[in-house]
């Protein structure tokens, strides 16, 4: 821990202690009670490390989170008991998970009934609009959060809080996401914070977000103190309190606030608080039990017990053993991915069977929003792998791995689970359709059947008109536009797709392969755009040395395409455009070896490679002879 996290537990410790002391002296006002208002109920969120590789990890975000959910807990007049609160943290903090938490955030609640809502992470962008963040950045979420569609935490906070009738508490901790130089998007301003729209109207914040913010360095970002959550806590346990009345309302916290000297450079971030206008009170300073304050270590359970909630804990103790396992297994079989499969032992039907036990009554609904969000995270990381360029991936679309089947199975059986008016029923059908299309188009381009990337074609226009701003979307519908040779529709969806997510590569890759036939520099300034923003996208090297081929430049062909082999260990086209290589530079013997290995990777339009004209020098010679005695061996086998 660092020492600066440290000392301030310990300052929340002797000033909890010291503020007891002193009101223990005089008749205090007296709080409201919790009966007065209502149970209490939290969502506690933090994260500090990303799937995505391309964003850095924050450094106090998810202690921040654990330290305000102890806070919570050890309330004396307001506390909220263990079953009431969540607290998600780093790889726990999936779309999927945060949606389905504020379901149960919200679920069956009164009207004087309080939630609450915190969370800390990556929340400002340069062209933010709104205060809190529209979007924010969860643990899945992809760098170009528009790549793929992603549900607005506060407007759905905000939603639930007016159907509901709810008082609330909402604290967030932002911090803006800082990109390498290669990624950052200059053409878009910089929004000065006093211009942005609040949808809380009862709230407040501090700010130390400017412009120069964003050009910081990986290192510089990470060197700085990042954490402002303190100063809320500060506030929160009486430093705040002006009139010494023992309640802190939000005036009183947005006057400490402002009164803190900051230095911005080494302090980035966006502290935003926000509660309900009819609520008197921000929160109640603690007695002398608040020295009982747990740290956040005392707080996490073991890995198994962190999937599983304060709630369900309380429900497993009283079922009977056999019960008990049967959850366990649930359990670890969405741990282990296992959600359809094997057929006796899934994670689907291990929670049929759970939902037949009259003993799991209680956590029916939880069970049901578990096993959704299990469906919706394994899906979601293919999708993330395809966005993050990832080789692996991209190998799998290139072959049409029957994985891919699995996923419209997936999202289908989320939305059934969470049901169709779900708010993020919009979101699961865009990408349900979007991988039944892409399935088709797979099926369509090794049967050569045009019918069939028409009907993918079909499937990514319906995705679309759910999701409008999905940039994966554009892309795929792009991608079936040019196979079907309208080159006018595809350049325009990838011109969409580029527009909602400027930073990612593969689009980028896409448009530079529609230019390779009219205009070559064109063509190659694009390729080597996309290999810029992500140099581990090997389909972007391939593109590029297409471009190379197509101008005869032979050396710098043969080292694009080497370079996508050495990405991509079993590129079939990159292998094979080799070999042509090696042909026309009459090198029959490396010939030879580069369409041997196209082969065994899974080339098999033997009856192309005899009409490529690229080859017919190749052709003439002892060692093609010999490549296609050894391939016609194997056909026998």
């Not at 909220?80 to 999936?94: H, K, M, P, R, V």
């Not at 933010?128 to 924010?136: D, E, G, N, V």
């Not at 080339?603 to 005899?610: E, L, M, Q």
């Amino acid at each position: 821990m660092p020492m600066y996290k440290i000392y301030s537990l310990l300052f929340l410790f002797v000033l909890s202690s010291a503020i007891s002391f002193f009101f223990e002296s005089w008749n205090p006002i007296v709080a409201q009670t919790k009966e007065s208002i209502g149970a209490r109920y939290a969502l506690v969120v933090g994260i500090s490390h990303y799937q995505d590789p391309e964003i850095p990890d924050l450094t106090t975000a998810h202690r921040d989170a654990e330290l305000f959910a102890s806070y919570l807990r050890n309330q004396l007049n307001v506390r909220i008991e263990d079953e009431n609160l969540l607290l998600i943290t780093n790889e726990q903090a999936t779309e999927a998970r945060v949606a389905t938490a504020l379901d149960w955030l919200f679920e069956n609640r009164r009207p004087n009934d309080t939630v609450i809502l915190y969370f800390a992470g990556y929340g400002m962008e340069r062209n933010q609009t709104t205060i809190p963040a529209s979007k924010l950045y969860f643990y899945d979420t992809p760098l170009g959060m528009n790549q793929v569609g992603s549900f607005d935490l506060f407007f759905q906070f905000q939603s639930f809080i007016k159907s509901r009738k709810s008082a609330f508490q909402l604290f967030a901790n932002f911090y803006p996401l800082v990109v390498s130089s290669e990624l950052r998007n200059d053409s878009i301003p910089f929004l000065g914070i006093d211009k942005l729209e609040k949808p809380f109207k009862n709230s407040i914040y501090l700010n130390t977000i400017h412009e120069k913010t964003f050009h910081l360095s990986f290192k510089e970002l990470s060197d700085a103190k990042l954490s402002m959550n303190d100063l809320v806590l500060d506030g929160l346990l009486g430093l705040a309190d002006k009139n010494m009345d023992r309640v802190v309302t939000l005036k009183e916290l947005d006057s400490y606030l402002k009164q803190q000297t900051i230095i911005e450079e080494y302090w980035p971030g966006l502290l935003f608080v926000a509660c309900s206008p009819k609520m008197k009170l921000l929160n109640v300073i603690h007695s002398k039990n608040a020295t009982k304050l747990k740290t956040a270590s005392t707080y996490l359970p073991s890995m198994l017990q962190f999937e599983i909630s304060s709630k369900e804990n309380v429900v497993l103790q009283k079922v009977s053993d056999k019960n008990r396992l049967l959850f366990q297994d649930f359990i670890v079989a969405i741990k282990l991915g296992h959600l359809l499969e094997p057929k006796d032992r899934n994670a689907a039907n291990l929670a049929d069977a759970l939902l037949a036990e009259q003993e799991f009554a209680s956590i029916y609904t939880d069970i049901r929003r578990k096993l959704s969000a299990a469906f919706q995270d394994e899906s979601q990381q293919a999708l993330n792998a395809y966005l993050n360029s990832d080789s692996r991936e991209l190998i799998k679309r290139q072959k049409g791995s029957e994985l891919y089947k699995l996923y419209p199975e997936y999202l289908k059986r989320a939305l059934d689970l969470l049901g169709k008016q779900h708010f993020m029923g919009p979101i699961l059908k865009a990408k349900q359709l979007y991988f039944e299309g892409l399935i088709k188009r797979f099926e369509g381009q090794r049967s050569k059947d045009f019918s069939l990337i028409e009907a993918a074609l079909e499937l990514q226009l319906h995705a679309r008109s759910f999701e409008h701003e999905a940039a994966f979307i554009y892309n795929e519908i792009a991608i079936n536009f040019r196979i079907l040779g309208k080159k006018v529709e595809a350049q325009k969806n990838f011109e969409f797709a580029i527009e909602n997510a400027p930073n990612w590569s593969i689009p980028f890759s896409n448009y530079a392969q529609l230019y390779i036939e009219d205009d070559l520099s064109k063509a190659l300034r694009i390729a080597k755009h996309a290999i810029r923003l992500s140099p581990r996208n090997s389909y972007a090297y391939n593109v590029e040395a297409l471009v190379y081929l197509k101008s005869k430049d032979y050396i710098r062909a043969e080292a694009s395409f080497l370079q996508a082999i050495k990405l991509d260990p079993c590129y079939i086209d990159a292998f094979y455009n080799v070999a042509c290589i090696k042909s026309l530079k009459q090198d029959y013997k490396a010939a030879k070896i580069y369409l041997e290995s196209a082969i065994n990777c899974g080339f098999s339009d033997i009856d192309f490679a005899r009409e490529d004209p690229d080859l017919e020098l190749f052709r003439n010679q002892v060692e093609w002879n010999e490549l296609l005695g050894s391939v016609l061996l194997k056909d026998k086998k």
